[in-house]
């Protein structure tokens, strides 16, 4: 069975910062990886999608990276600002052939001040 | 388009009573999923819908649960009778094909306190 950590479950920092969020999972057989954003009181947005067979993508700010052999991605930050402050998740959907069945981490909570 | 519409945002019960939250999905959006959000668990799936055909309802926790979804723009997830347990976020998304090929786009959540 697919698991997801995120470790650390929040994590503080200063405005201007760059920073690394981590997600591992216990099976490397995945289609892809979805990391996401969360506001409190908000669903989820999508910021970055990986397929299995991309190493990294990037957005703005934002670079996600995936090791498939060590069951491990990372979200980077460059220049983190107060608004970047939301709790970020990770997915993986667990199976090669592609399935609808995402399997989420519990999330790192972060907080950028000013 | 106004994103995936969930309703009501908020809802406090009793035990015992019916709870109903509603969703609209994106149009054209082919796939419908409910989850449920938690402390203890994080997010869940419970049913998700392929043109508005129910395909895996292997998390929908017990009975008391259903989702219906009656045409493409309008889905149901009832809960009855409702226990404190159910205490939770019920969130509902779409997307466009599978969650092999495309993300999902969530609605802002339902927040259910049952008392």
């Known amino acids: 069975k697919q698991e997801v950590t995120q470790i650390p479950a929040a994590l503080s920092v200063p405005e201007g910062e760059n920073l690394v969020l981590n997600c591992s999972f216990t099976?490397?057989?995945?289609?892809?990886l979805q990391w996401f954003r969360q506001d409190p009181g908000k669903g989820l947005t999508s910021l970055l999608l990986?397929?299995?067979?991309?190493r990294e993508q990037t957005s703005g700010r934002l670079n996600a990276s995936l090791d498939k052999s060590s069951g491990r991605s990372t979200l980077y930050i460059a220049a983190s600002q107060p608004g970047d402050s939301a709790t970020y998740l990770c997915?993986?959907?667990?199976?090669?052939?592609?399935?609808?069945?995402?399997?989420f981490g519990k999330g790192t909570k972060l907080t950028v001040n000013p | 388009d106004a994103g995936v519409i969930q309703s009501p945002r908020h809802e406090v019960t009793e035990m015992g009573q019916e709870v109903t939250l509603r969703c609209k999905p994106i149009?054209?959006?082919?796939?419908l999923f409910w989850y449920r959000q938690t402390m203890m668990r994080g997010l869940e799936l419970l049913i998700y819908?392929?043109?508005?055909?129910?395909?895996?309802d292997s998390g929908m926790p017990e009975d008391r649960f259903s989702a219906k979804m009656p045409n493409a723009s309008f889905s149901t997830l009832k809960i009855q009778p409702s226990e404190p347990r159910d205490s939770a976020v019920y969130f509902c998304?779409?997307?466009?094909?599978?969650?092999?090929?495309?993300?999902?786009?969530f609605g802002p959540g339902t927040r259910l306190l049952v008392l």
């Open positions: 998304a779409s997307s466009l094909d599978s969650a092999g090929r495309e993300t999902q786009y």
């Open positions: 099976d490397s057989a995945i289609y892809n």
């Open positions: 990986i397929q299995s067979s991309q």
């Open positions: 997915a993986v959907n667990p199976s090669q052939g592609g399935s609808e069945k995402l399997v």
């Open positions: 149009s054209g959006h082919d796939y």
């Open positions: 819908f392929n043109n508005n055909v129910p395909i895996d």
